[in-house]
């Protein structure tokens, strides 16, 4: 069965621009998560869909970010304009429901120069 | 917010060495995960543990949910559980907290 599928793998891009990753979960899966991981730190959530429903975004900064999971599978988080702050790995995560495990994709390392 | 605490923060072992790793919480929570961060960042499911003790070859982990702390065991390390080692928790309303982890290094 396959895993939690994220891309791209890696982002270069100057501040400013716009940028999207992807993520498409374990089939089956309800839940789906967005993680941003600062060198050095665990993960924080960004932010936390039930189907199609954004059941905790109160981490993600709403000025830039947004996401979206029309159809309650895959799921896309932008960011527009990026700022070189925003240089971390962009992790996304899959549950069969809100609260039994999660499984993580492999990540989106985004660079901002 | 619920606060994790994972010590120690860096730990250096000579291959075969046994360890524990230790993942402290604030509060009570609905569930725990360890995870093992390898160098290309992937985080890798070790234990989902809400309570009680669980073995999986050479890793076991138990969580006391009553003392709100939990352990990682590693026995006979070998150099490829060399990584970051994280503990998530879940409280009240399915919000995840992630400690700060614990940093592996296994010698040769």
Redesign the interface.
């Known amino acids: 069965e396959a895993g939690v599928v994220q891309s791209p793998r890696y982002k270069i891009i100057e501040k400013k621009q716009p940028v999207a990753f992807w993520c498409n979960p374990i089939s089956g899966h309800n839940t789906l998560?967005w993680y941003l991981q600062n060198l050095g730190?665990?993960?924080?959530?960004l932010i936390?869909y039930e189907n199609e429903e954004a059941v905790?975004d109160s981490q993600l900064p709403k000025d830039r970010f947004s996401a979206e999971r029309l159809k309650g599978v895959d799921s896309t988080l932008k960011i527009q304009p990026a700022e070189l702050g925003d240089s971390a790995?962009y992790?996304c995560?899959s549950s069969s429901t809100?609260?039994?495990?999660?499984?993580?994709g492999?990540?989106t390392?985004l660079t901002v120069l | 917010g619920i606060q994790v605490e994972q010590s120690p923060p860096d730990l250096i072992l000579q291959e075969g060495a046994n360890s524990t790793l230790r993942c402290n919480f604030s509060d009570s929570v609905n569930n725990l995960q360890w995870f093992h961060q390898n160098p290309w960042g992937q985080l890798i499911n070790l234990f989902y543990i809400p309570s009680g003790t669980k073995q999986n070859g050479r890793l076991s982990a138990t969580t006391v949910a009553t003392e709100r702390y939990s352990l990682l065991y590693i026995s006979s390390s070998q150099t490829t559980d060399s990584g970051v080692y994280f503990c998530a928790v879940r409280g009240g309303g399915f919000k995840t907290i992630f400690g700060a982890g614990t940093r592996l290094f296994v010698k040769a």
């Open positions: 998560y730190q665990g993960p924080e959530l936390r905790d790995v992790l995560a809100g609260g039994s495990e999660q499984f993580f492999p990540g390392r």
